[in-house]
């Protein structure tokens, strides 16, 4: 999924929320292409590979994109940094 091009530029942006949020809080910083290496790491995995949310809900377990990406908003929130594409993902 991360190879096609409308799912990559989604996960950057996603990716990029992130960072600002971690930076927003002043409790961690992150090199300007944060976003970009963590999207690298992830086109490193094979193409037929799942994901363990992928395989979380094959199982039938609860999807847990809200605690990960909710985090993310929250804290978003608190800090005053947008996080509009995380909030779509919980």
Do not use: W
């Amino acid at each position: 999924m991360f190879r096609r091009e409308d799912v990559t530029a989604l996960c950057l942006a996603i990716l990029e929320e992130a960072a600002a949020v971690g930076e927003g809080r002043r409790r961690a910083t992150a090199p300007d292409e944060a976003a970009q290496i963590m999207l690298a790491t992830l086109l490193t995995y094979p193409q037929d590979a799942g994901t363990s949310m992928y395989f979380d809900r094959l199982a039938g377990r609860p999807f847990e994109a809200d605690a990960l990406t909710g985090a993310i908003v929250d804290a978003g929130a608190r800090h005053g940094v947008a996080t509009p594409f995380n909030s779509l993902c919980c």
